[in-house]
């Protein structure tokens, strides 16, 4: 079969057998593609830095008849994570980005604006400055996927929000006037919904700039989260791990 | 049914768990076993079994031993004040390897990994703050992989370790010896600017 290539970003990487990778992608072409990386891991010759998560590459892989995987022929490092400095926050972030990517995309289906989303992001998330890049990221995303409601509306009575307060719940699946709140919900501050209005017509290279303490914005993520873990079915491991920073 | 006798179904069974071993190459380890002497069998039963019951973490470096503290923190030719952290105790034998090395070791045991939820509070470092506290140690030599885990966790380290009196040091990344540089990638390369040293 032919010698595909696209721009990608790694997403994960498991060992398999004794010295090879099965590696998920997020390829531009094809959207997420896992393959394997035959001597990755023992001859770190061949692919070198190129299959660390969250690095952007360029990918040359090729189908195999009848398999599931593909074969990974070789990377080259367009980007890596690691040309900057490394520090535990930046690490856990690195891993929501990569955790939330391999469990909301689907297999070999492209999401471009996705792609190109992921890849600025990833450009902005220094060590020290993670917080605007993630909320940038999951709000993004979100929408991309597909499982955003409308946020200037009530979800139950339809009614117009701007300039009145608005809740979140765990079960609910948007933004709830006063009136319609359920028990146990929480308000989203008309700041965070200010920011996400703007984050909708800003570049994330535009914002970069800003170093957001964690308290910044933390409900437009936490009302996110529970968006994205309702629809996964399923806790998100760095979500917990994201909370538990200082 | 399955095709084999109860207990050949059962240590194909053990024999495939282990890694890189699938389903053809335990039935064969399965029948060379069948086929070979008493003495070797039991030999290797004999092996498997001491590994579990003998072997534990040396209270000192949690390296892999059987005796406490490990071969490494009793030697007395060793110098105890300079440690080396390593991630995993098979790190120790490629340090070893370069016959350079005369400090000991500490390992970790695994390395911060939020994609699995491991975070900082679960490195096995409480043994080795103790030594430091206790004005045993000159120098820590962080010898975590130079991945994005590996890397996080030497920073989430030296912050831990700075006390007053101990140097905390990072080992080098770069070009790997004998290796042409028209083909390092721009990682490695950029890690070799970083760390380059006068000569
Ligand atoms: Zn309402
Ligand atoms: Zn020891």
Redesign the interface.
């Known amino acids: 079969m032919p010698l595909k290539d696209s721009e990608a970003v790694v997403l994960r990487s498991y060992p398999l057998r004794e010295a090879d990778l099965l590696v998920t992608f997020f390829t531009r072409a094809e959207g997420k593609v896992r393959g394997v990386a035959r001597s990755a891991k023992k001859s770190k010759r061949r692919f070198g830095g190129a299959l660390e998560p969250l690095t952007c590459v360029k990918l040359y892989y090729e189908d195999r008849e009848r398999q599931e995987l593909a074969r990974i022929d070789s990377c080259e490092i367009l980007d890596s994570p690691l040309t900057t400095a490394v520090d535990y926050a930046r690490a856990v972030a690195l891993g929501h980005v990569a955790e939330l990517l391999d469990e909301l995309l689907p297999e070999r289906e492209a999401n471009d604006a996705l792609f190109r989303l992921t890849v600025a992001v990833l450009r902005s998330l220094r060590a020290g400055a993670i917080w605007m890049p993630l909320t940038y990221f999951e709000l993004w995303l979100t929408r991309l996927v597909g499982f955003l409601p409308e946020l200037g509306e009530c979800v139950v009575c339809g009614q117009t929000l701007n300039g009145s307060r608005a809740f979140y719940h765990a079960l609910a699946d948007g933004l709830m006037c006063a009136g319609d709140k359920r028990l146990a919900s929480s308000e989203m501050t008309p700041e965070s919904r200010a920011l996400a209005a703007q984050m909708f017509r800003t570049p994330v290279e535009t914002m970069a700039q800003q170093v957001w303490p964690k308290s910044k914005a933390a409900d437009l993520r936490k009302f996110l989260i529970q968006i994205l873990e309702r629809h996964l079915e399923k806790k998100l491991v760095t979500a917990s791990m994201l909370d538990k920073l200082q | 049914m399955s095709k084999f006798a109860e207990p050949m179904a059962r240590l194909i069974d053990e024999l495939k768990k282990l890694?890189?071993i699938?389903a053809k190459n335990a039935q064969r380890l399965a029948f060379h076993i069948l086929r070979s002497s008493d003495d070797d069998a039991e030999a290797l039963a004999t092996a498997v079994r001491d590994i579990k019951a003998q072997l534990r973490l040396c209270s000192v470096c949690n390296n892999i031993t059987d005796v406490d503290p490990c071969s490494y923190c009793s030697s007395a030719t060793r110098n105890l004040r300079l440690v080396c952290v390593v991630e995993e105790p098979t790190n120790i034998a490629a340090i070893e390897k370069t016959r350079q090395y005369n400090g000991v070791y500490h390992v970790l045991h695994g390395s911060?990994?939020?994609?699995?939820?491991i975070?900082?509070e679960h490195l096995r470092i409480s043994n080795l703050l103790r030594r430091i506290d206790a004005g045993e140690v000159d120098e820590v030599i962080l010898a975590t992989n130079?991945?994005?885990?590996g890397?996080?966790t030497a920073?989430?380290l030296s912050q831990q370790i700075k006390r007053p009196g101990v140097r905390v040091t990072r080992i080098a990344t770069g070009i790997?010896a004998g290796?042409d540089i028209e083909y390092?990638?721009?990682?490695?390369m950029?890690?070799s600017l970083e760390g380059r040293r006068e000569i």
């Open positions: 890694p890189g699938g911060i990994s939020p994609l699995h939820g975070g900082p130079p991945t994005v885990e890397e996080a920073v989430y790997p290796s390092a990638d721009e990682v490695t950029l890690k």
